[in-house]
């Protein structure tokens, strides 16, 4: 077994997780083994390199602890530039998003998606810089921009994760092929 929150393996019998902390019960032990198939009836089996689970802040941490059903299998859960993180999980992929920079001082926004109705996704680099983005059935693509002001700015798009360091770009290159090849 391993922790939903880290992806380390975790003895069974345990309440928390010997790396993170986490508390351990039925509902959120259950992350795959790093390298494990993962895309049972796919055409082509895809698993994910063991790179692509994040520390999230303890905000999004508490709120992707909520959201997620049991059973549900946490695959992928990277860290954006801000409180922003995309994860993905046996059934959906979420985005989710809080704090000031983000547009939600307050509170929180998920957006969250089922592959069967993703239509894209794209990796948008320029120097340091950029986004990843999510397409799906009614989600109006817009011009979108790492500095952007406002609703262009991807911090405060509903589907899209800024990115502002070069060693995030290929992880989350790696997730869009994970999410495309539970899509097809």
Known sequence: MFCRNCGVQIDSSGQFCGSCGNRISP?????A????????????????????INQLPGRLEKLL???????????IKLKGAFAEA????????????AGFMTGQTFGSNVFQVPYRNITGVQVKKHLTTGYFELSAGGVQNQ????WGASRSAARERENCVSLNSSDVFPRFREASSFILS???
């Open 86 to 97: 995309l994860v993905c999980t046996n059934k959906r992929v979420l985005i989710l998003k």
């Open 27 to 31: 509902t959120n032990a259950g992350v």
């Open 143 to 146: 011009p979108t921009s790492y």
């Open 65 to 75: 602890s909520e959201l997620l059903e049991p059973n549900e299998i946490v695959h």
């Open 182 to 184: 539970r899509c097809g």
């Open 33 to 52: 083994a790093p390298g494990a198939p993962l895309c049972v009836g796919a055409e082509k089996d895809y698993s994910p390199s063991g790179n692509l």
